[in-house]
């Protein structure tokens, strides 16, 4: 069975500063993918990023920035110089050798202006 | 660009009404699911298809059926409704990559109250 774990219910911060969400997964299988979706006030989801388990780099997109360490079974997604359209629920997933997503519980971002 | 299209988008519904959620996708994609979304749960696998004709249960699917005869439509129904699947519902659809389901495309979500 997979899981994923959020830790962070809720993070507040103010414009400009950096915020860590932590995403923490359980799987048997050696092959699996991990994902982030985002999910804005307006309530649709929107897909940040998939990384399989035999990519460990880290990847880097605009502010965007996840870190995968196997070692730790961590995928942590970073949002640099935070701004307000930032403020959302981010989702960490799991897939693992089937068809089906497992998704977390859930982080809430807000960004205070 | 439609995407994924959910229809309804609100529902209320009686303790033991009957009603079905209609989820259509325009990619041609395989893999179709339905999730439910309860505050501080994440998002719950109810049912999914891995291609027409067939379906499987998720996580939650006690008190749900689905069904997939055309390829581009996945129907959720919920047979006589209860308070406790008062929740918004979000289809999503896939196209396989590897063993994994590629990236999901959601629907706008359906907010179902049970009274």
């Known amino acids: 069975a997979q899981k994923v774990t959020q830790a962070q219910t809720e993070i507040s911060v103010v414009e400009k500063e950096d915020v860590t969400l932590d995403c923490v997964y359980e799987t048997r299988d050696t092959t699996y993918y991990l994902f982030w979706y985002k999910q804005p006030p307006s309530g649709e989801l929107v897909f940040l990023i998939r990384r399989n388990s035999f990519d460990e780099q880290n990847e880097i997109s605009g502010r965007y920035s996840w870190n995968f360490q196997k070692s730790t079974s961590s995928f942590n997604f970073t949002i640099t110089a935070s701004q307000v359209v930032d403020s959302a629920v981010y989702f960490c997933?799991?897939?693992?050798?089937?068809?089906?997503?497992?998704f977390g519980a859930g982080t809430t971002v807000t960004v205070r202006a | 660009n439609a995407g994924v299209t959910q229809t309804p988008k609100f529902r209320v519904l009686k303790t033991g009404q009957s009603m079905t959620l209609l989820c259509a996708q325009d990619?041609?994609?395989?893999?179709m699911y339905w999730y439910r979304q309860d505050p501080g749960m994440g998002l719950r696998l109810i049912h999914y298809?891995?291609?027409?004709?067939?379906?499987a249960k998720g996580e939650v699917p006690d008190g749900y059926n689905v069904s997939r005869l055309k390829k581009q439509n996945f129907l959720l129904g919920l047979e006589s409704a209860a308070p406790s699947q008062t929740s918004v519902y979000f289809c999503?659809?896939?196209?396989?990559?590897?063993?994994?389901?590629?990236?999901?495309?959601f629907g706008e979500g359906s907010r179902l109250t049970v009274l």
């Open positions: 990619m041609n994609h395989e893999y």
């Open positions: 999503a659809s896939s196209y396989p990559s590897g063993t994994s389901p590629g990236e999901l495309f």
């Open positions: 997933a799991l897939s693992a050798n089937d068809y089906k997503l497992s």
């Open positions: 298809s891995v291609g027409e004709g067939t379906t």
